[in-house]
T-cell receptor, first 114, second 117 residues
Framework: AQSVTQLGSHVSVSEGALVLLRCNYS??????LFWYVQYPNQGLQLLLK??????LVKGINGFEAEFKKSETSFHLTKPSAHMRDAAEYFC????????????FGAGTRLAVHP | DTEVTQTPKHLVMGMTNKKSLKCEQH?????MYWYKQKAKKPPELMFV???????INESVPSRFSPECPNSSLLNLHLHALQPEDSALYLC????????????????FGPGTRLTVL
């Protein structure tokens, strides 16, 4: 069965510092992986997705993620945090169900302080 | 354009009321979804429509009744809800494919904040 684990429910960084949000997955079939961001009182916005084309995936707002099969990881990074990056981030996996079902991780709340 | 719209933005209802949530997309997507999200939790899938037919019901109580009148519209009819049903209800859509759509990207609407008194 597919599952996703996000390490760290809260991450706090200084403005301008590296952002690293961790996601590990479990999948019995080649997974498709997604990162979504949710700003307060809003819906989810797609940041990026991995669908086996390239292991390093670039997304919006300067974020990127690297798929590492040997580590079953898909960590999200951004070189320099901005205040506007403060939000909830969800990693999700799909695949193996025969239909499009997303399994979400528990989420990581990113705080950015001056 | 990757916009999914939802109305209303906020809804307060009593336990005996009947109300409906509406979702609309004009991206030509053929799969549409309802999710429920409680505070500080990830979204939980409720229903999936594929080509206007209900393909997944995640054992949702019958007080929630989905409807897909056409490929652009998705409704969620609410009746006799409980206070624990208070949550953010999110709609999403994806391109969809009859053979399954594991690589489909789901695009989410802004949600309806529901409060049941």
């Amino acid at each position: 069965a597919q599952s996703v684990t996000q390490l760290g429910s809260h991450v706090s960084v200084s403005e301008g510092a590296l952002v690293l949000l961790r996601c590990n997955y479990s999948s019995s079939v080649p997974p498709y992986l997604f990162w979504y961001v949710q700003y307060p009182n809003q819906g989810l916005q797609l940041l990026l997705k991995y669908t086996s084309a390239a292991t390093l995936v670039k997304g919006i707002n300067g974020f990127e993620a690297e798929f590492k099969k040997s580590e079953t990881s898909f960590h999200l990074t951004k070189p320099s945090a901005h205040m506007r990056d403060a939000a909830e981030y969800f990693c999700a996996v799909s695949g193996g169900f025969g239909y499009n079902k997303l399994i979400f991780g528990a989420g990581t709340r990113l705080a950015v302080h001056p | 354009d990757t916009e999914v719209t939802q109305t209303p933005k906020h809804l307060v209802m009593g336990m005996t009321n009947k109300k409906s949530l509406k979702c609309e997309q004009h991206m030509g997507h053929r799969a549409m979804y309802w999710y429920k999200q409680k505070a500080k939790k990830p979204p939980e899938l409720m229903f999936v429509y594929s080509y206007e037919k209900l393909s997944i019901n995640e054992s949702v109580p019958s007080r929630f009744s989905p409807e897909c009148p056409n490929s652009s519209l998705l409704n969620l009819h609410l009746h006799a809800l409980q206070p624990e049903d208070s949550a953010l209800y999110l709609c999403a859509s994806s391109q969809g494919s009859k053979g399954g759509g594991d690589t489909d990207t789901q695009y989410f609407g802004p949600g309806t904040r529901l409060t049941v008194l």
